[in-house]
Structures are given as C-alpha cells and as structure tokens.
C-alpha cells in the first residue's frame, strides 16, 4: 500500500504496519527464545524494508512482552525499582527514570496492560501491505520534527478540543504498539507520539521519533491530505527543507 502521506512528508524510511495475526510470516526477522533484544532495533528494520515477527517467546524482553500486548511481563519482577532507585534505593542498578518506587509502582499500575488473543504480532513496511488481504491495526512514522508536526496537526483536523494526540511517559514498544492499541479501541482514537525512552534511542535515528496512529485514524489522515494545510504555502515552505529521501534526489 503507498501512502500519499509519506510521500507529501518526504519520509526519510517507510512507515511501518503494525498486525495481529494467526499466521507467521515466512522469511520474517526475528529474535531466538529468550534471548535479548529490543523492539525499536526490529521497528528499525521494517522502516527499511524488513519483516519483523514476534511471539510470546521473542518479545526480547519482558518489557517487549508488555509493549507487543503479549500481557503482563513485569509480575515476579520487581519494575518499580529497576525504573527508579535501584534494588538497594541508592540508584546503582536503577534507570532512574522515575522519582521513587512509590511513583514507579503507581505508573506500572495505570499501564493499559493487554493479552492479544493472535499468536503473532508482525511488523511490515506499509508498502508491502495489501489492504484487501490483511487490515493493519497500527501504522508507525518515523518522523523529525517538521514531519511530526504536520503529523501533530493533521491528527487533530477534525478535533475541536485540539486533543488528537498524547505522549505519555511509556517504553519505545509501548508507544508504537501497547498504547495506540488501547486508543484504537477508543470511539475517537487519538494518535501516540514517542521514542522518547532513552533505553530505546540508540536504535532511532538521532533526529526522529516514532509517530503511531490506529488504522482508521491514518486512513482519515490519508484523506485529509488533499484539501489541507499540506497544499498551502507555508507548509510547502517548510517541506522545501526537508532532504529528499535517499534515491529521490
């Protein structure tokens, strides 16, 4: 599936597609059984052209198995330190990321967590998507920041309230996948910006962030190119400085 977005934003990597599905996909990439390994490196890969796939058993780690809807992957363990103070409160082996383990244990407690009832959870680029075959409930820009703001506004064409987007404090994997998931649910869905965990930043590009709507969201944002801000001339003026993707100079 092309998408007139991406081309209008001049996408540096493809937006990737975000399924739930019985069927694992052959020649797909992927990590061994409970070996480590991130998410965001696999999101990486698709954005330029690889298929990724996952099970309960190649999540990488238990906060992959959070942030694919895999359920929850943090009972038995003790998160609330790991992501504030450390196991002895005095900040060696903790993220710090969290004020205390009082915050961090509130923050666990909000987290919309989920058990999809599919076996696999498959990312693909969106040009190798076929909508009349597989129906994506996700679809991920890897955006900087002129891209994410035409992203940023284009999400709330139709919201009066100016509220079409959050960026919730969240893992990298829970931002692209966990979150908009709980949103999609939502009668209006609203879109998630994030790539702003620092554990995930060393596998995105240094100027980019993740940018996640519900399908339906980015069908309509599809839609609300033509006729939009995108053909006005403060938009095509921002564009202009934006660097051609490689092989489009």
Known sequence: MESLLAEELKLRHQPVAILFTDEKPEGAARFKEHRWGCVMSMLAASARGFTAVFDRKTTGCMGGQVG???????????????????????????????????????????????????????????????????KPRLVVFLANADQASALWVLANYDRPKGDGVVAPFAS??????????????????????????????????????????????????????????????????????????????
């Not at 965990?197 to 980019?208: G, V, W, Y």
């Not at 069908?219 to 001339?233: H, K």
């Open 172 to 249: 990298g994997c829970q931002s692209i996948c966990l979150l908009p998931y709980a949103e999609s649910k939502k009668r209006k869905p609203r879109a998630v910006l994030g790539g702003m965990d620092i554990s995930a930043r060393p596998h995105l590009d240094p100027d980019l962030l993740t940018f996640t709507a519900p399908w339906p969201l980015f069908l309509a944002m599809e839609e609300r190119v033509t006729g939009s801000f995108l053909e006005r001339e403060t938009w095509q003026k921002i564009r202009e400085r934006i660097p051609e993707p490689d092989g489009k100079e």
């Open 68 to 134: 694919l809807c895999f359920g929850n992957g943090y009972q038995g363990r003790d998160m609330a330190r790991f992501l504030s103070s450390g196991p002895r409160g005095d900040g060696r082996g903790g993220l710090g990321y969290l004020e205390s383990p009082e915050v961090a244990r509130a923050y666990l407690k909000g987290i919309p967590y989920t058990d999809i009832s599919e076996s696999y959870v498959v990312l693909k680029p969106l040009g190798k998507v076929d909508p009349e075959q597989e």
